[in-house]
């Protein structure tokens, strides 16, 4: 699924900024992805490389629910 060095390599990449953001929304993130219906969240990888992490959780659920 995902690696911790592709993981950690993805992070070094980003702005300043985004690794705040990644920091600050990835436990919460994690959290509100496991409380919906038991399901897993995405991992750390594809949180980094989709841009999830610039997303609020409620924006997300919404995305999801449209599909």
Do not use: C, M
Request: proline fraction near 4%; charge should be positive; avoid cysteine.
């Amino acid at each position: 699924r995902s690696s911790k060095p592709n993981s950690f390599k993805l992070y070094k990449a980003l702005e300043k900024e985004d690794k705040e953001l990644v920091l600050k929304n990835w436990p919460t993130y994690q959290t509100e992805s496991i409380k919906d219906n038991g399901n897993y969240a995405k991992a750390l990888e594809r949180y980094i490389k989709h841009e999830t992490f610039k997303v609020s959780p409620k924006e997300e659920k919404v995305y999801k629910e449209a599909w």
